[in-house]
């Protein structure tokens, strides 16, 4: 099973990291994190992944930390990470701003 991951810089203190593992072309399993400096950390600010077998956002706040899973249950995975990785590139401001309210 191929495997890779890279990183996707936003901005300064911002980008996605992403993994990604295929099989025969299709993906199998998959992670695209959106990651932000925080206090001089990275930390986590909400990410998608296959973690549970069902594509998922892991939506997050700085001081509550799980707020609530979004769940893709009509997306294939292929479907999922491609979709994951549009959203995190256009939305990570709307995202950052709800993970910093929580």
């Not at 300064?12 to 072309?25: E, F, H, K, P, S």
Request: net charge neutral; aromatic share 10%; hydrophobic share 40%.
């Amino acid at each position: 099973m191929p495997e890779k991951d890279w990183n996707l810089p936003l901005a300064d203190t911002v980008r996605i990291l992403v993994y990604l593992r295929t099989q025969n072309g299709r993906v199998t399993s998959f992670a695209v994190v959106l990651v932000a400096e925080v206090d001089g950390k990275d930390v986590c600010v909400t990410r998608y992944d296959t973690a549970h077998g069902i594509a998922h956002r892991d939506v997050l706040g700085l001081h509550s930390g799980l707020i609530e899973k979004e769940w893709l249950f009509h997306l294939t995975k292929d479907q999922a990470f491609h979709y994951a990785l549009l959203d995190l590139r256009k939305n990570y401001e709307t995202y950052l701003q709800v993970f910093r309210a929580n």
